[in-house]
């Protein structure tokens, strides 16, 4: 849920939180949690079986890019007795797009 949408979730209750507070709490969130996501993108890896794919998708507000040009979302997972499945945004389609270091890539 946007962050403006749950700062106006809180100020209905009675409880003023701004959406700078939210996102700085979000960061931090991503940070501490970062360890986790390096392990499930690393566990991929070490199995006999690796799927990747991209999909592409429209990102309307993009720095640099019109609306019409297409951004991907990879996604990379393995099969067996412990599943795991990573994602990955792009703006551009290369070949080594999934491959690339660990800190773009994010658990879902």
């Known amino acids: 849920m946007p962050l403006y949408r749950q700062s106006e979730i809180f100020k209905r209750i009675g ?9 700085d709490w979000m960061v931090k969130c991503g940070e501490l949690v970062q360890p986790l996501i390096n392990l499930l993108i690393d566990h991929p890896h070490k199995q006999p079986c690796l799927h990747v794919d ?22 990379m997972g393995n099969t067996g007795h412990r599943r795991s ?24």
Not at 55 to 73: C, F, H, I, N, W
Request: one cysteine or more.
């Open 15 to 23: 409880i003023e939180l701004g959406r700078t507070n939210m996102a």
């Open 54 to 75: 991209g999909t592409t998708l429209q990102v309307l507000d993009e720095p640099g890019k019109t609306a019409q040009r297409k951004s991907y979302m990879w996604v």
């Open 85 to 108: 499945c990573v994602f990955r945004y792009s703006q551009s389609a290369g070949p080594s797009k999934p491959a690339q270091s660990r800190q773009h890539w994010h658990y879902g």
